[in-house]
């Protein structure tokens, strides 16, 4: 089981598809490791407490196979954060404007 802590500014939240209810803020909770990728790169709302190396694999696998439908790359796992965090986000927006800009 991979653990996560609730650090979102929504405050107390409700994980539907893990049944829980009232996960405050600073609250740790558990996911089963098959679900645990989905958790992985929502940083702005989930902190990784305890995640297996395999969550995290698997969680830059889904990286690299939606990069490579949209034709971008992705460094390998292990080579720098898989998370996509704020700024590589805003990054990835800009580089895509600038492209649309230039069509």
């Avoid at 992985?40 to 407490?49: P, R, S």
């Avoid at 698997?58 to 196979?65: F, R």
Wanted: glycine share 10%.
């Amino acid at each position: 089981m991979a653990k996560f802590k609730n650090v979102g500014p929504l405050g107390a939240l409700d994980i539907d598809v893990l049944g829980l209810r009232g996960i405050e803020v600073g609250e740790v909770f558990e996911v089963p490791d098959h679900l645990a990728a989905a958790f992985v790169g929502q940083v702005e709302i989930y902190e990784v407490v305890d995640v297996p190396q395999s969550v995290h694999d698997a969680y830059a696998a889904s990286l690299a196979e939606e990069a490579d439908i949209r034709g971008e790359t992705v460094a390998p796992a292990g080579e720098g954060d898989a998370s996509p965090g704020p700024a590589r986000t805003r990054q990835r927006k800009a580089d895509q404007e600038s492209q649309e800009g230039e069509k």
